[in-house]
Nanobody, 114 residues
Framework: QVQLVESGGGLVQAGGSLRLSCAAS????????MGWYRQAPGKQRELVAI???????TYADSVKGRFSISRDDAKNTMYLQMNSLKPEDTAVYYC????????WGQGTQVTVSS
């Protein structure tokens, strides 16, 4: 069983930065991919960034050049560095890991004020 716990969300002014963390407990040795998703009020959950076990990354067009996904395998932790934040980045951010199963964290709120 894998548990994911996000942290690092909060309130920030437009143009600011935040770093989200997703700590995984349990066995994720054979994961396929890890990713960050977000869901704004009244909108569907969307992909923000994903990183494969090989280290390949993919970003939503809306965050390219501003967000960076990374992981620390020794700490079983994934990160999302978010720079140049915009009000439209306001959402609940979720981490996800895909192994033979699919696991989600509980989410962390990010609010960007204008």
């Amino acid at each position: 069983q894998v548990q994911l716990v996000e942290s690092g969300g909060g309130l920030v002014q437009a143009g600011g930065s935040l770093r989200l963390s997703c700590a995984a407990s349990g066995s994720i040795f054979n994961f396929n991919a890890m990713g960050w998703y977000r869901q704004a009020p009244g909108k569907q959950r969307e992909l923000v960034a994903i990183i494969t076990s090989a280290g390949s990354t993919t970003y939503a067009d809306s965050v390219k050049g501003r967000f960076s996904i990374s992981r620390d395998d020794a700490k079983n932790t994934m990160y999302l560095q978010m720079n140049s934040l915009k009000p439209e980045d306001t959402a609940v951010y979720y981490c996800r890991i895909i192994t033979v199963n699919d696991y989600w964290g509980q989410g962390t709120q990010v609010t960007v004020s204008s």
